[in-house]
């Protein structure tokens, strides 16, 4: 049994286990009302791709993998959705990459900002940025624009997972590598990535993990990697998966 007692077994266990975590997740005021209809969103999404990881996905969690490990300044941006998902998951992914966690919220409340940082602490981030908010992105309002100057601001590489479309655009502009988990490849966050992962987080971030750690100790042509990827081909192999869908046995 595990934490939603529920056997591993259970045909819809990732997915019941996703939405009690998001449901503790809102309870503990790290979730907003807001990221639970993200989150039914990416269940759809989710459900027409047969809640598995195409391998195109794969293959964009491993360029994103190779990408962060080049990085001079890589930094994961959390909200509130991933930190009642994958908040260990993130921990170790940032140690696997050398990359800064910073939280990063659309609805950004002091309170909301402080409960997602104790609780990325509690599993396990030593240093979490976000909550000084001295640097902004250009072309949003002064909220939404919020970031850390020596976060964020100064990546050369970010992660956003789950992103609001007008924030993945705008942090697009500024030249950054952005790489982009959503189960939406028709989302103006995934179109606007430079590397959209599309898939579900509770399988994405593991997955760029276990890449960076082969990575890290292989001989791999880096720059070859990233040089044979392309975006586009990835987010219509993804839209294609959802629009043709292959449900049996679900
Ligand atoms: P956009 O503004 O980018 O066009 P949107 O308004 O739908 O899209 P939101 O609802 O703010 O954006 O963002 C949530 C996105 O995250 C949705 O595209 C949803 O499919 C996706 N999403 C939700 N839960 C997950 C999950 N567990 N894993 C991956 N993606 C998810």
Known sequence: MSEIEIPESHPRYESLLTRHRIETGVEKG???????????????????????????????????ATHLLRAKRPVL??????????????????????????????????????AIA??????????????????????????????????????????????????????????KTEIVVDLNPLSRSAQSASVPIVDNIIRAIPNVTAHARELRDSS???EAIIEAFDPKATLADAERAIREGQLEGM
Do not use: C
Not at 33 to 40: D, R
Not at 82 to 110: M, S, Y
């Open 118 to 175: 104790t609780h990325l602490r509690e599993h396990g981030a030593e240093s979490v940025k976000g909550l000084e908010a001295d640097a902004r992105i250009p072309g949003l309002d002064h909220e939404r624009a919020k970031v850390d100057a020596d976060g964020i601001h100064a990546a050369d590489v970010v992660l956003v997972p789950l992103e609001d479309g007008d924030r993945a655009e705008a942090l697009a502009a500024t030249g």
């Open 77 to 114: 941006s959390v909200n509130g959705n991933v930190a009642a998902l994958v908040p260990e998951e993130t921990v170790e992914l940032g140690e696997a990459v050398g990359a800064d966690i910073e939280v990063n919220l659309f609805n950004r409340t002091p309170e909301r900002m402080e």
């Open 220 to 222: 791999a042509d880096l």
């Open 30 to 64: 790290i979730t907003s009302q807001q990221g639970l209809i993200a989150q039914g969103r990416g269940e759809t999404f989710d459900y027409l791709l047969g809640e598995r990881t195409l391998s195109s996905a794969d293959e964009a969690a491993r360029v994103g």
